[in-house]
C-alpha cells in the first residue's frame, strides 16, 4: 500500500466533498456562472458586452472564465445540481490529490499530510462550484513546475505551456501564475553556478514570454491579461466584498492557528530557507494577510516552496514512496474508480442538491415578475439568482463591469452608511421596485417613506414598489409646550 498516499487522499477529499456538495453551491454567484456558461453554449460565442443588467446594458465586458463556466453549465444540464457538486469535488480532489503527490516525492507522508491538512483547513471557505475551483488543480500543477525547476537549479520544461493556455480560459488567476515566474526565476538563479546563471537566465526569459504568449491563446487574446487590470483597479470597492477582505484576527481561527503553530514550529526546529524563498513566502503571506481569498493561495503554494528546503533539514520521503508494481497499481486505481463511480451515481441519486436559500429569493421574485418591472433595485447578493431567472440586474457578482463608485454607492444606499444615496440611485436610475433582503437597513427604511408601498416579504427578501399614492407618515405638530 506504501506510495499510494496520493489516491487515498484524492478519494478521502472527494468523498468529503461530494457528501458536504450544499456547501459547495452556498454562493449565489454560481448561478450567474452557469448561465453565462449555457448563453455561451447557446450562442457559440463568448460574451462581449453585458446582456444581463439594466444599468450597464451593452456596456463592454468579457468573460475571462468563460471554459470553466461552458463546464458548470454542461454539468447542470446533464446532472442538475449534482453535475457542478461532482465536477467541483473532482477538481478539490484533483488539487489536493497532486500536492500530495508532489509533497511525498520529498517529504516523509506525516508531513506530507500535515502541510495537505492544514491546505485544506485554509481553503475550505473558499471551495465551492465556481471557476477558480476548477483551475486549482493547474495552479498547483504549474507552481510546483515552476518550484521543481527552482529546486534543480533549472528552468521549466515549455511542457508546462498547456497548463497556462488551458489556465487562461478557466480564470483570471492565471495573471498570477505569469507573474510568479520572476520570483521562482531568481530564486533558481540565485542558487546555480555563477557560470550557469547566464544561460539560466534567458533561459527563464524564454519561457516567460511563451508562457505570455500561451495566456494569449483565449477568444479575447490580448485582452484577457487587461481584465484582471479591472479588477485590481476596484480600489474601496474590494474590502467589501466577504471574500477580498482582510484577514480578519478580532477572533482565533482557522489561518490563525495555522501562522502560529508555523511559526512554533519554524522557531522549534530552526528551520533555515535561502532569500529568495523567504521573499516569496513573506509575499504570499501578505496577500493572504491583505486578501481573504489570497489564502487559499499560500495554503497551496506554501507547502510546494518549503518542501525541498526542508526536506534536507528533516529526511525525505524515499522509503514512504516506495513504488507499488505497475499491475498491481492499474488494479487498484480501476478498482477505486469503479468504486467512486458506483457511491456518485448512488448518493446522487438519493440525495437532492440545491443553492442555498438565503441567496435565492424564489417566492419574492415569482412575484416580482407578476408585477411585470423592468427597473428593480437588488441586493447585491440576488444579483446571481436574478440572472439565473432572466431578471434584469441593478447590480450583481460581476463587480469588474460595474466599477469601484457604483458598487461603493450601492452597498453605502443599501446599508445606509449615506441615505442620500439610496433616495438619489432610486431617482437616477428610474427605479421602478426594490428588492431587498428583509432584514437589511433599506428596507427598514422604505417601510417607512412616502411613495414606496411593500408589495411582498418573506424571510429572506422585500419588494417595495414605487406608488406616488403610498403616505406612511404624518408631519408631526409642533408643540410650543416643550420649548
Given at each position: 500500500m506504501?506510495g ?5 487522499v484524492?478519494?478521502?477529499v ?13 454562493d449565489?454567484?454560481t ?13 457559440h ?8 443588467s ?7 465586458w468579457?468573460s ?10 454542461k ?6 445540481w449534482?453535475?457542478p457538486?461532482v465536477?467541483s469535488a473532482?477538481?478539490?480532489a484533483?488539487?489536493?490529490a ?5 509533497l511525498?516525492?520529498?517529504?516523509s507522508?506525516s ?5 495537505v491538512?492544514?491546505a485544506l483547513a485554509l481553503t ?14 493547474i ?8 518550484i521543481?525547476a527552482?529546486?534543480r ?5 515549455f511542457?508546462?505551456?498547456?497548463l497556462?493556455?488551458l ?13 510568479l ?7 533558481a538563479v ?9 544561460s539560466?537566465v534567458l ?19 490580448w485582452?484577457a ?23 480578519d484576527f478580532?477572533?482565533?481561527?482557522t ?6 503553530l ?12 535561502p532569500?529568495p524563498?523567504i521573499l516569496?513566502?513573506?509575499?504570499l503571506?501578505?496577500?493572504a494577510?491583505a ?10 503554494l506554501?507547502?510546494l516552496?518549503?518542501a525541498?528546503?526542508?526536506a534536507?533539514?528533516?529526511g525525505?520521503g ?5 513504488a507499488?508494481a505497475?499491475?498491481a497499481r492499474?488494479?487498484?486505481?480501476a ?7 458506483a457511491a ?6 438519493v ?7 438565503t ?7 415569482a ?11 437588488n441586493?447585491y447578493d440576488?444579483g ?7 431578471v434584469?440586474?441593478?447590480?450583481d ?9 457604483f458598487?461603493v ?6 446599508g ?34 412616502d411613495?414606496?408601498?411593500k ?5 429572506i427578501?422585500?419588494i417595495h ?17 416643550v420649548?
Amino acid at each position: 500500500m506504501r506510495g499510494l498516499l496520493p489516491l487515498w487522499v484524492g478519494t478521502g477529499v472527494y468523498a468529503l466533498f461530494l457528501l458536504a456538495g450544499n456547501h459547495l453551491l452556498i454562493d449565489p454567484d454560481t448561478m450567474w456562472q452557469i448561465t453565462v456558461g449555457q448563453w455561451i453554449l447557446d450562442h457559440h460565442a463568448v460574451p462581449e458586452t453585458d446582456v444581463y443588467s439594466f444599468t450597464m446594458r451593452g456596456q463592454p465586458w468579457i468573460s475571462t472564465q468563460w471554459l470553466a463556466q461552458v463546464a458548470l453549465a454542461k454539468a447542470r444540464t446533464i446532472a442538475g445540481w449534482s453535475g457542478p457538486v461532482v465536477l467541483s469535488a473532482s477538481a478539490i480532489a484533483a488539487t489536493f490529490a497532486w500536492l500530495t503527490h508532489w509533497l511525498s516525492r520529498r517529504l516523509s507522508a506525516s508531513a506530507t499530510l500535515v502541510f495537505v491538512a492544514a491546505a485544506l483547513a485554509l481553503t475550505v471557505p473558499h471551495l465551492l462550484a465556481r471557476p477558480h475551483v476548477l483551475a486549482m488543480p493547474i495552479l498547483v500543477l504549474w507552481c510546483g513546475g515552476l518550484i521543481a525547476a527552482a529546486d534543480r537549479r533549472g528552468a521549466p520544461s515549455f511542457r508546462l505551456l498547456p497548463l497556462m493556455a488551458l489556465w487562461a480560459n478557466l480564470h483570471g488567476g492565471f495573471v498570477f501564475g505569469l507573474v510568479l515566474i520572476a520570483p521562482v526565476a531568481l530564486d533558481a538563479v540565485c542558487n546555480a553556478a555563477p557560470h550557469d546563471r547566464k544561460s539560466l537566465v534567458l533561459r527563464w526569459a524564454a519561457f516567460a514570454l511563451a508562457a505570455l504568449i500561451a495566456a494569449c491563446c483565449t477568444p479575447y487574446g490580448w485582452n484577457a491579461l487587461m481584465a484582471a487590470q479591472k479588477i485590481l483597479a476596484l480600489g474601496s470597492a474590494l474590502p467589501l466584498i466577504a471574500e477580498w477582505r482582510p484577514a480578519d484576527f478580532g477572533s482565533l481561527g482557522t489561518f490563525e492557528i495555522c501562522l502560529l503553530l508555523g511559526f512554533g514550529l519554524a522557531l522549534l526546529r530552526g528551520f533555515r530557507l535561502p532569500p529568495p524563498r523567504i521573499l516569496l513566502l513573506l509575499g504570499l503571506l501578505h496577500m493572504a494577510l491583505a486578501q481573504g481569498r489570497a489564502a487559499e493561495t499560500l495554503a497551496l503554494l506554501a507547502p510546494l516552496l518549503l518542501a525541498a528546503p526542508l526536506a534536507r533539514q528533516i529526511g525525505t520521503g524515499a522509503v514512504a514512496n516506495a513504488a507499488v508494481a505497475p499491475p498491481a497499481r492499474g488494479v487498484l486505481l480501476a478498482g477505486v474508480a469503479l468504486v467512486a463511480v458506483a457511491a456518485t451515481t448512488f448518493y446522487t441519486s438519493v440525495h437532492r442538491f440545491a443553492p442555498h436559500t438565503t441567496g435565492s429569493p424564489v417566492a419574492a421574485v415569482a412575484v416580482l415578475k407578476q408585477l411585470n418591472l423592468a427597473r428593480v433595485f437588488n441586493d447585491y447578493d440576488f444579483g446571481g439568482y436574478l440572472i439565473a431567472n432572466g431578471v434584469a440586474t441593478f447590480i450583481d457578482g460581476r463587480t469588474e463591469l460595474y466599477g469601484e463608485k457604483f458598487f461603493v454607492d450601492h452597498n453605502a444606499a443599501s446599508g445606509l452608511m449615506e441615505p442620500e444615496n439610496l433616495f438619489r440611485l432610486l431617482d437616477e436610475y428610474r427605479i421602478e421596485a426594490t428588492l431587498m433582503r428583509t432584514q437589511s437597513a433599506a428596507t427598514k427604511l422604505l417601510d417607512h417613506v412616502d411613495g414606496w408601498q411593500k408589495a411582498y416579504a418573506d424571510d429572506i427578501a422585500t419588494i417595495h414598489v414605487r406608488k406616488a399614492a403610498a403616505v406612511h407618515t404624518v408631519e408631526p405638530a409642533v408643540d410650543p409646550a416643550v420649548r
